[in-house]
């Protein structure tokens, strides 16, 4: 089992910014990539970015340009810097970790952008 624990959400203007961070635990060795995911009201889960244990990254079209991610595997935790923020990226994220075909999640943290 793995279990993902994100933080760093919140409330902030148009063009601010802030940092998302998801550590993972428990059987943490070959998690294969992790990501964050978000879900707007009424609308589906989808995907922001995502990271493998080798460093590949891969983003949504939205973020680009915007938001990075990056990953510590020493300390099996990975980070999403927003900058640039949209009023459309209020959400709830979640992180995700990949391990042999399954996925674990966390419980999400909003993030709210408004002035």
């Known amino acids: 089992q793995v279990q993902v624990v994100e933080s760093g959400g919140g409330l902030v203007q148009p063009g601010g910014s802030l940092r998302l961070s998801c550590a993972a635990s428990g059987s943490i060795a070959s998690i294969s990539a992790m990501g964050w995911y978000r879900q707007a009201p009424g609308k589906q889960r989808e995907l922001v970015a995502i990271?493998?244990?080798?460093?590949?990254?891969n983003y949504a079209e939205f973020v680009k340009g915007r938001f990075t991610i990056s990953r510590d595997n020493a300390k099996s935790t990975v980070v999403l810097q927003m900058n640039s923020l949209k009023p459309e990226d209020t959400a709830v994220y979640y992180c995700?970790?990949?391990?042999?075909?399954?996925?674990?999640w966390g419980q999400g943290t909003q993030v709210t952008v408004s002035s």
């Open positions: 995700n970790a990949h391990r042999f075909g399954a996925e674990y």
């Open positions: 990271i493998t244990r080798s460093g590949n990254k």
